[in-house]
């Protein structure tokens, strides 16, 4: 399954990506949601976990 983790904080998308890569899941990280758009429009993703409160856009508006 592939997700797209959009978080800000660069720590917690590290150790989210981790936990979330050892359960077999492939891992795209973005740090704002402007980006986190962009990535959505140019591949294909299962899932999406957002931030809510994100620098540029916020993760309402990505959803």
């Known amino acids: 399954m ?7 904080e660069q720590a917690l998308s590290k150790a989210l990506k981790a936990i ?3 359960n077999h899941y492939s891992v795209d990280v973005v740090y ?8 959505l429009e140019a591949d294909n993703y299962d899932g999406m976990i957002l931030d809510i409160m994100m620098p540029k856009v916020d993760g309402i508006t990505v959803l």
């Open 2 to 8: 592939r997700l797209l983790l959009a978080e800000d």
């Open 20 to 22: 979330l890569e050892r």
């Open 32 to 39: 704002d949601g402007q980006t986190a758009l962009e990535y």
